[in-house]
């Protein structure tokens, strides 16, 4: 395929300073903002793991930091979809994946559930 190179979107690079949030900080804080803002159940262990569920109890979410199977396995977070007329599915993410990227992830599952 040959494309004029004004027909093609223009590349960009951020500086190496706006580039903070590829890497993890290690904190749940923009995964809970969204669900809590979105009236999601919250729950908090004594152990330090957040448990979380959509207002219909369709999706769950665990912020699970002191987990020993789930660090068994190298992840942190787990979201879990049960869906009313469909397989129950799970992604996973890992103990390196930032906390903004979750966040991201559950913006787009919760906008698109409608359909």
Known sequence: MNA?????????RPAVEDRHWLSSDHCA???L????GLGWAIAETPEANIHMTSPEGGVYVGWLPEDPSAWA????WRVQVLPADGEVWVQEFGVHTPSDAVAGFLAALVTHSSR
């Open 4 to 12: 004029s190179a004004t027909l093609l979107p223009a590349v960009v």
């Open 29 to 31: 804080a923009p995964v």
């Open 73 to 76: 396995r190298e992840i942190v």
């Open 33 to 36: 903002d969204l669900l809590d």
